[in-house]
């Protein structure tokens, strides 16, 4: 059964970093992502990395300040973010599957989720 379980969350100030991993219980993904919902809000994409990281996509609301990475050995991925923002605040999801295209950023485009994390940017 495939797992994915995500660590990092946390509460920080406006302007602060956080390191959100995700870790996948069995095999490795082609293609993982993250994405985020807040309080009555739908779910909305972040960022997304084919294979090893030689093709990333990011939601334009975080380009600049988001970065997507895995480490494929241990079957984890992170995203690094820097000069968070109120806006940021959400849950946090991991998401992976095996498509990869202009489509990515639609969630039905994914096969497996984690229980999400909690971020919390306070201004």
């Known amino acids: 059964q495939v797992q994915l379980v995500e660590s990092g969350g946390g509460l920080v100030q406006a302007g602060g970093s956080l390191r959100l991993s995700c870790a996948a219980s069995?095999?490795?993904?082609?293609?993982m992502a993250w994405f985020r919902q807040a309080p009555g809000k739908e779910r909305q994409f972040v960022a997304g990395?084919?294979?090893?990281?030689?093709?990333?996509l990011y939601a334009d609301s975080v380009k600049g300040r988001f970065t997507i990475s895995r480490d494929n050995p241990k079957n984890i991925m992170s995203l690094q973010m820097n000069s968070l923002k109120p806006e940021d605040t959400a849950v946090y999801y991991c998401?992976?599957?095996?498509?990869?295209?202009?489509?990515?950023?639609?969630?039905?485009?994914?096969?497996?989720w984690g229980q999400g994390t909690q971020v919390t940017v306070s201004s």
């Open positions: 998401a992976a599957g095996s498509y990869w295209g202009r489509d990515a950023s639609k969630i039905d485009r994914w096969d497996y």
């Open positions: 990395i084919y294979r090893s990281g030689g093709d990333t």
């Open positions: 069995t095999r490795t993904f082609s293609t």
